[in-house]
């Protein structure tokens, strides 16, 4: 969810200003996503190198997760929406666990849409806390998560960042100069439109079918 801070410096806001208009392009996304029948949408709302940024910053964003778990939960409830939370719980604010266990559990019987927020999270760690349990490349899976279809990132950026690294063996991936807190359904139907023509090989080779 890249260019919060971009977006807020170019109206000469503060940082966070940008953050909180991008937790409400992730209201709008969520929304888009279900009615688009998406399966699975990962948000990746901090990293464990954000943990670098200045305090005021992370204290910031640490509010809108709070500010999100309290108020979109009922909501993700009643919309069939599953919210999981996944990175390291032991280095957030101890009033977030509560909350964080509080939304999985009231909304674990979800089965519209499975909203996976990335807090604290690193692909690295994750695939190597994995790796000490898992032998085969199934149970990989069954601990880190799906495989990712289409991969989304917005501002510009064109990397991984750490993110779902494993997940994303055979992802597509849609770049949009669009900051975050711009994008909104029709940006998730480009990307989504984007992904519908390309074609996915998986390494095989595809034989066109003959013509009638
Ligand atoms: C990266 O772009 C964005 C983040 C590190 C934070 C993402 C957080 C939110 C969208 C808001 C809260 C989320 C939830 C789930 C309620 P950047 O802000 O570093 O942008 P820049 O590259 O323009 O500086």
Redesign the pocket.
């Known amino acids: 969810?890249?260019?919060?801070?971009?977006?807020?410096?170019a109206r000469s806001l503060p940082?966070a200003a940008?953050?909180?208009?991008?937790?409400q392009?992730?209201?709008r996304t969520v929304t888009a996503a279900c009615r688009l029948g998406v399966s699975t949408l990962t948000?990746?709302?901090?990293?464990s190198d954000?943990w670098k940024?200045p305090g005021a910053e992370v204290s910031a964003?640490m509010m809108?997760?709070r500010?999100?778990l309290v108020q979109?939960i009922e909501q993700c409830r009643r919309e069939g929406i599953r919210l999981s939370v996944i990175g390291r719980r032991d280095r957030l604010p101890a009033d977030l666990i509560p909350l964080i266990e509080s939304a999985e559990q009231s909304t674990s019987a979800g089965n519209r849409l499975h909203l996976r927020?990335a807090?604290d999270y690193s692909s690295r760690d994750a695939i190597l806390a994995a790796a000490e349990k898992a032998r085969t490349r199934e149970e990989m899976g069954a601990l880190l998560g799906p495989d990712v279809d289409l991969l989304i990132r917005?501002?510009g950026?064109q990397r991984l960042s750490d993110y779902l690294l494993w997940e994303c063996a055979y992802a597509e991936f849609h770049f949009t100069g669009q900051?975050?807190?711009d994008f909104n359904q029709a940006s998730l139907e480009a990307a989504i439109g984007d992904f519908q023509n390309r074609v996915r090989r998986f390494g095989a080779v595809i034989h066109p079918k003959p013509a009638a």
Request: overall charge positive; charged content about 20%.
């Open positions: 969810m890249d260019g919060n801070g971009r977006w807020a410096t940082r940008g953050h909180r208009q991008g937790a392009a992730v209201r948000l990746y709302a901090f990293s954000n940024r964003l809108l997760f500010r999100y979109e927020l807090v917005t501002a950026e900051l975050w807190p």
